[in-house]
């Protein structure tokens, strides 16, 4: 006869579980190379700022909601220049390596549409789990122009 676990606690009333220590957990959890990656734009446009810029408070930093679809095609194509392979494969795209990834994005394809929303996705997390004190917005490249 197998004896029941007991080290979990269980869910309270509604289902739900105790929230685990998001601030202790959040820096962890976020790779090393993240943050000297490029994630958004300085207040005065002047040049990238890094993971590590926008949650310091003495930065003044662009929100991505901020960003102009240029800055925002810059920023993503930062981000996939400094990685060292880019894996994807689409259903109707097929497969996409790094430079038809930064080829796809810089001609604003569909392709390259979707691209983009996946690397937006990613710096929002990145930011949420940097910053949980930072007020987060959500935000789609879809209908900007």
């Keep these: 006869m197998v004896k ?3 080290n979990r606690r269980a869910p ?4 739900k579980r105790p929230a685990p220590r998001a601030a202790a957990k959040a820096a962890r959890s976020i790779p090393s190379h ?3 990656w490029p ?4 207040s005065d446009g002047s040049r990238h700022a890094t993971l590590a810029e926008y949650v310091d408070s003495a930065i003044p930093t662009l929100t991505l909601a901020q960003l102009s679809r240029a800055q925002r ?9 400094k990685r060292r392979r880019f894996p994807l494969v689409l259903v109707n795209g097929g497969y996409v390596d790094k ?7 810089r001609h604003h394809t569909a392709v390259g549409e979707v691209i983009a929303e996946l690397e937006l996705r990613m ?5 949420g789990h940097a ?7 959500p935000f789609s490249a879809k209908g900007r122009k």
Excluded: C, N, Y
């Excluded at 430079?99 to 994005?105: G, I, L, P, Q, S």
């Design 39 to 42: 994630v958004t734009f300085r």
């Design 99 to 105: 430079t038809r990834a930064m080829t796809e994005v």
């Design 12 to 15: 309270k009333k509604g289902g």
């Design 131 to 137: 910053s949980p004190q930072r007020p987060r917005r």
């Design 4 to 6: 029941a676990r007991t």
């Design 123 to 127: 710096m929002q997390r990145l930011i």
């Design 73 to 81: 095609d810059e920023i993503i194509l930062a981000r996939l220049a």
């Design 34 to 36: 993240h943050w000297d």
